[in-house]
């Protein structure tokens, strides 16, 4: 087996706009990093003007098959002396894919895609299958529709869930002074919700779960945040909603925000009731803060959340299930804290950063392995 000092990896994304995969593949880089792995980062198109990644190499796909790009990436292979390329994405997978062929070097590819689409046969998958030698996905979810799909061999598919940084979970001083910051009063039910304001996020249904609250007497002091972008469009409609429904003193739509964790800090109750989801980074993200999370059980989530032990998880595009979820919540902060709590153990055991770059260190390393 190779030591980890000899890797030198190529790490190429095809875009780095604000979301999990962006978070990963940050994390990955300088997880790698720090532990002594040269890492050369490279992505495909011009990344959001947040991102923050040293030695970020920039190449520009263009529409079409680009046949120069190609050319490119086999520069940087050879020039940096790479002797493993790990690609996310299809798109990342096929040009890195062809490019390492071309130069004997060895592939892994990570899926990050919550569009069930991305899973059926195609070209593109056909010729990732070929160029690609290990196959990784964010859940087991992702796994079987690659080897029931796609009909990936399932000896070289493997799965690597995301980590977050954990640190101590945030004391009654910390949430209070956050809550201080964000000027919410001490005495309101603070709900959380991040993500794209998109229909397959599911925040239609969290506003229909709190409307139905509502006239069952929902305490007034139960405020729901949204914060994420979307287009204008997906905005109007959820602004609409809310007007409709008379909850305009209920649900704050807080657009995108650089201070995630500082609510997630705040919040109470963190809930997403997502149609469907790889994996869901940052449900773990909110278990890191020691809170219970509402979500649905689809794709990644019900290997992240624990029914009834971590949170609640409830059949997606159910708005009556959702409501009766967030009710207990609502209504129990004893409930809220021993769920929280038990969240905090779980993404501390299982969900780390260290323990995702553990992961890819040893598929890594099987990769390069001489035969």
């Known amino acids: 087996m190779p030591s980890l000092t000899t890797l030198r990896v190529l790490e190429v994304v095809q875009s780095l706009e604000k979301g999990g995969r962006t978070t990963r593949f940050t994390d990955t880089v300088s997880g790698l990093r720090a532990r002594k792995i040269t890492v050369l980062p490279l992505c495909l198109s011009q990344p959001v ?8 190499h920039i190449i520009k796909r263009k529409q079409g098959f680009n046949f120069q790009l190609i050319l490119k990436i086999i520069t940087l292979i050879k020039a940096h002396k790479i002797n493993l390329v790990h690609a996310h994405c299809e798109l990342s997978q096929l040009y890195a894919g062809i490019a390492s062929f071309m130069c004997n070097t060895k592939v892994v590819g990570t899926f990050h895609r919550s569009d069930l689409a991305r899973y059926q046969p195609s070209l593109v998958n056909r010729l990732i299958g070929f160029f690609v030698h290990k196959y990784v996905t964010v859940s087991h979810d992702r796994l079987s529709l690659l ?34 910051e964000l000027t919410i009063p001490n005495n309101q039910i603070t709900l959380l919700s991040v993500g794209h304001l998109g229909h397959i996020k599911g925040h239609q249904d969290t506003i229909t779960a709190l409307f139905s609250l509502n006239n069952e007497a929902l305490p007034t002091n139960v405020h729901l945040y949204i914060a994420g972008d979307g287009s204008s469009a997906e905005k109007q409609k959820l602004e609409d909603q809310i007007r409709q429904l008379k909850l305009e003193n209920n649900v704050t739509l807080l657009g995108q925000i650089s201070n995630v964790f500082q609510w997630l800090i705040a919040c109470d109750i963190f809930v997403q009731p997502s149609i469907e989801e790889a994996f869901g980074l940052v449900f773990i993200e909110a278990g890191a803060q020691a809170k219970p999370v509402v979500a649905t059980r689809v ?3 019900k290997e992240i959340i624990l029914h009834e032990e971590t949170g609640y998880l409830v059949a997606p595009e159910s708005p009556k299930e959702l409501a009766q979820a967030l009710q207990r919540l609502i209504c129990s902060p004893e409930l809220r804290a021993t769920l929280g709590e038990q969240a905090y153990l779980r ?9 995702m770059i553990n992961n890819y260190l040893t598929i890594f390393t099987q990769t390069v392995a001489p035969i």
């Open 147 to 180: 080897t029931e799909n796609l009909n990936f061999p399932l000896k070289k598919c493997h799965v690597v869930h995301g980590g977050t940084a954990i640190k101590v979970s945030p004391s009654a001083e910390l949430i209070t002074l956050t809550r201080h």
């Open 347 to 355: 993404v501390q055991e299982k969900f780390s950063i260290s323990t």
């Open 299 to 301: 794709g990644g989530i």
């Open 49 to 56: 003007d947040w991102v923050d990644i040293g030695d970020l």
